[in-house]
T-cell receptor, first 111, second 113 residues
Framework: SQQGEEDPQALSIQEGENATMNCSYK?????LQWYRQNSGRGLVHLIL?????REKHSGRLRVTLDTSKKSSSLLITASRAADTASYFC???????????FGTGTRLQVTL | EAGVTQSPTHLIKTRGQQVTLRCSPI?????VYWYQQALGLGLQFLLW???????NRGNFPPRFSGRQFPNYSSELNVNALELEDSALYLC????????????FGSGTQLSVL
C-alpha cells in the first residue's frame, strides 16, 4: 500500500525556474525522506527530515514538513535540465525496514 | 567504493517460468531490501533480509521468495511467472536494519511474455 501521495504527478518547467512537489501521508512518522529516480533506474537518497524538524536545506533542495497536516514539500531552486527525474517521498516509522514510498512526481526541466 | 549491484539488468521470460534475480549490497551493509516497481507506479515493498534472516515481507504471494547468503548478498526468486510480474525489481541495502537510509541498485527489468 502507498503511504505517501505526491502531487503533482507530473511537472514541466524551464531551466532556472523553481520546482515544488508535495507529499501527503496518512500515519504518524519518525522521518520522511525524498529520493530521486532517473529514467526508471535506481533511486538516490536526497534528503531526510525528522518529525521534530520543520525545514531542512541541502544545496538547491529545501524540504519542509508539517506533521499536523501530514504533508511535506520538496523545493528545487534554479532547476537544471539534469534535475529531470522522478521524485519520491518515503515515510519511515523508524527504520529503513519500514520505508513506504509514494507514487512519485515526474519532473521535466527543459532548456 | 562499489554501490549496490544487481544482475541481470534485463530479463525476458514467458508465463509459468521461474526467475532468479541477484543483488550484492554495499560492502559492510547487512540489510537487503527488494522492491517491485511496475511501469509508472511507486515502489512496492517485497522482502527485507538482515543478517541472513527474512525479517519482513510485503503483500505478495508465496511464489515470491528469496534468501540472503553469509556474505549478505541476496537472491529474489519468482516462480510461476505471470504477466503482471513484469516490472523493475530494485534491490537496496542499508548499514543495518536499524539504519534509516537506503542505497539502491540500478534494478533488473523483468518482462514476462
Amino acid at each position: 500500500s502507498q503511504q505517501g501521495e505526491e502531487d503533482p504527478q507530473a511537472l514541466s518547467i524551464q531551466e532556472g525556474e523553481n520546482a515544488t512537489m508535495n507529499c501527503s501521508y496518512k500515519t504518524s512518522i519518525n522521518n520522511l525522506q525524498w529520493y530521486r529516480q532517473n529514467s526508471g533506474r535506481g533511486l538516490v537518497h536526497l534528503i531526510l527530515i525528522r518529525s521534530n524538524e520543520r525545514e531542512k536545506h541541502s544545496g538547491r533542495l529545501r524540504v519542509t514538513l508539517d506533521t499536523s497536516k501530514k504533508s511535506s514539500s520538496l523545493l528545487i531552486t534554479a532547476s537544471r535540465a539534469a534535475d529531470t527525474a522522478s521524485y519520491f517521498c518515503a515515510t519511515d516509522s523508524g527504520t529503513a525496514s519500514k520505508l513506504t514510498f509514494g507514487t512519485g512526481t515526474r519532473l521535466q526541466v527543459t532548456l | 567504493e562499489a554501490g549496490v549491484t544487481q544482475s541481470p539488468t534485463h530479463l525476458i521470460k514467458t508465463r509459468g517460468q521461474q526467475v532468479t534475480l541477484r543483488c550484492s549490497p554495499i560492502s559492510g551493509h547487512t540489510s537487503v531490501y527488494w522492491y517491485q516497481q511496475a511501469l509508472g507506479l511507486g515502489l512496492q515493498f517485497l522482502l527485507w533480509y538482515d543478517e541472513g534472516e527474512e525479517r519482513n515481507r510485503g503483500n505478495f504471494p508465496p511464489r515470491f521468495s528469496g534468501r540472503q547468503f553469509p556474505n549478505y548478498s541476496s537472491e529474489l526468486n519468482v516462480n510461476a511467472l505471470e504477466l503482471e510480474d513484469s516490472a523493475l525489481y530494485l534491490c537496496a541495502s542499508s548499514l543495518s536494519g536499524a539504519d534509516e537510509k537506503l542505497f539502491f541498485g540500478s534494478g533488473t527489468q523483468l518482462s514476462v511474455l
